[in-house]
């Protein structure tokens, strides 16, 4: 039998999957390119400064080009290096960095390979060098047990990014209409960018909190916040662990106040990248100590013990952002400095399976945990 080779730095393998990596993510932007009306997400086309997404595509496939060249030269098997090469050279033939755009194009049902692209390589970006120079659990490594599942659901999530959208704005639109006032709205919306900020924020997370305190406390809406909680390693990626429906609910009931109150869309944006980037930071595998900012605003320390498989801290910890919300209404727990020991539901009876995750909530109730 041959020795199994190593993962190890100067063994290939890193260069071998940041080639496979960099090379299929050039591939997919040059598709981008290439078919923008059913592979770009309309409300995001209009802010891409076009030369800098240019300058990027190039960046990535010459990247994925020398990586991997150095894996193919530094590894006995080869696959890593020829994926990431096989990709880019593809991406190339196809008309690489300088695929010619079309100016104006028509209406359409679309995939979100965009959304999905961008988000995953400015993410990783931050998110992987700060979990490998501060993790909390130095031997949970990047691609640690679940992470292909986890994969998988940030995946369908960004690719269906025209559904999910459309669901959650649609129980606002369709029945809190009448509850639209066209002076109040215009006067929330010329307030100062920063002040709506801040009211979205607390406004949005009094609604997410008692939205998340019943998908706990409800047996039927918990068998789908079920797979959120079937983690049993956090970091960045176990964020998007989530049932679809679980997520569709939530935006859904958080869109309505934000909706009838009419913030304005740069303060909604705002709102957005922010949740974006606290969500994946509040999951992720990092040990700092936040001290008195703990409670404040909602750190990893925070929302680990929402997570976490020790029988004091369940059902605690369910606001998104402000912790104070836990601490109005009695569900506040956050033993000083101490982290959970294990995160999960206990007994694990969610599958480690994407789509027996999507059916979970549907299985029989005796396959199903309690909450």
């Known amino acids: ?8 730095f100067g063994s290939g393998w890193i260069s071998g999957v940041l080639s496979a990596v960099l090379g299929a993510m050039g591939f997919g932007g040059v598709l981008c390119l290439l078919f923008p009306q059913w592979l770009t997400t309309p409300d995001l086309r209009v802010f891409y400064p076009l030369e800098v997404i240019r300058s990027l595509l190039q960046l990535v496939l010459i990247a994925a080009f020398v990586l991997g060249f150095v894996s193919v030269l530094l590894r006995r098997r080869k696959v890593l290096g020829l994926t990431g090469l096989s990709f880019a050279t593809v991406a190339v033939v196809l008309g ?4 010619p ?20 390589f400015f993410l990783g970006l931050i998110f992987i ?6 993790a909390r659990l130095k031997e949970h490594g990047i691609f640690r047990p679940g992470w292909k599942i986890d994969m998988i659901h940030f995946t369908v999530s960004h690719l269906a990014v025209q559904l999910t959208v459309f669901l959650s704005m649609l129980p606002a639109k369709w029945l809190f209409s009448w509850a639209v006032n066209a002076p109040l ?15 979205i924020l607390l406004v949005a997370d009094f609604f997410e909190y008692w939205t998340h305190r019943a998908m706990h406390q409800i047996p039927f809406l918990w068998h789908f916040h079920a797979v959120h909680h079937s983690s049993r390693h956090l970091d960045w990626l176990a964020a998007a662990r989530i049932h679809v429906v679980d997520s569709v609910a939530i935006r859904a009931v958080t869109f309505i106040p934000l909706f009838i109150l009419g913030f304005s869309t740069p303060a909604i944006f705002a709102y957005v990248v922010f949740v974006t980037f606290h969500a994946l930071f509040i999951h992720a595998n990092v040990g700092f100590n936040f001290g008195w ?3 404040v605003i909602a750190t990893p320390r925070f929302h680990h013990w929402h997570h976490a498989i020790e029988a004091e801290a369940v059902d605690k910890n369910f606001g998104v952002h402000l912790p104070i919300i836990d601490k109005l209404f009695g569900s506040l727990f956050l033993p000083q400095k ?5 995160y999960g539901i206990g007994g694990h009876p969610v599958p480690e399976h994407y789509l027996k995750q999507v059916a979970y909530p549907f299985a029989p109730q005796k396959l199903r945990a309690s909450p």
């Open 185 to 199: 709205q215009r006067a929330v919306a010329g307030q100062s960018l920063p002040l709506q900020f801040v009211e």
């Open 101 to 120: 755009i079309q100016e104006s194009l028509p209406q359409s049902t679309y995939i979100g390979l965009d959304w999905f692209l961008l988000e995953l």
């Open 129 to 134: 060098p700060l979990e490998r120079l501060f």
């Open 96 to 99: 690489g960095w300088q695929v």
């Open 1 to 8: 039998m041959k020795p199994q080779e190593g993962t190890q």
């Open 293 to 295: 900012l703990d409670w």
């Open 338 to 342: 101490a982290w959970p020991a294990g």
